[in-house]
């Protein structure tokens, strides 16, 4: 009888314990999810009930189709059929009079050290890498050494006006929105793009935000 006493509070005591570490390990995820938002939401993930998968989805004429490759040449004949191409004949002529000797035109972008790694230092840990296969915690990992590179990259890519190819071209994954699952409309397209290309668009920005 002393046994089964002292086992039911040992009992009540780890289930208790336990109770209380994942209660701890959940509010620090949610306290922490700007910072780790992948953690929290593949904590949530895994606590769901089913796994989200894609497919079967249907064909223009009503068919399922569970092929991985059909159901991937199906998504790209539905977001290239909704993608917006604008119209560049309408764009408004810029009155330069007035903003200075170069016609107030962005005509230098200082490419530097302090900047590409100051830039590489604002990656996220953990994003999917593009179609050159390098993840941001790798990028990151590795910053201090490829600092000197990149930046000899960028300032050819700038003078050259060309960027390699790798960086216009991504890697795009489907994600679920609502209705049916086997309708490729309910479904949104994510473009998982080269995070060097990234780094040097951050660049660009900034000086650009400044013109502005």
Sequence with gaps: MLNEEKFNKCRNKITADIRNAKRD???????????????????VRN???GR?????????VGNLVSDSKEMANLFNDYFSSVFTKENLKNIPMVDVKGLGDNNGALENIDINKE???????????????????????????CSSE????????????????EIPNDWKKA??????KKGSRKEPDNYRPVSLTCHIGKIL????????????
């Design 171 to 176: 890697n795009v994954s489907v994600i679920f």
């Design 201 to 212: 668009e951050k660049i660009i920005k900034e000086d650009m935000m400044k013109y502005l």
């Design 47 to 49: 606590k769901s009930k």
């Design 115 to 141: 900047r590409v790694a100051k830039a590489l230092g604002t990656l996220k840990m953990n994003k999917a890498a593009g179609i050159d296969g390098l993840n941001s915690s790798f990028i990151k990992g």
């Design 52 to 60: 989200t998968k894609v497919g079967p989805v249907k064909d223009e």
């Design 25 to 43: 390990f959940e509010t620090k995820l949610a306290e922490n999810i700007k910072e780790d938002s992948k953690s929290f939401y593949a904590y």
């Design 146 to 161: 490829i600092v000197k590179p990149l930046e000899l990259i960028f300032r050819k890519s700038l003078e050259t006006a």
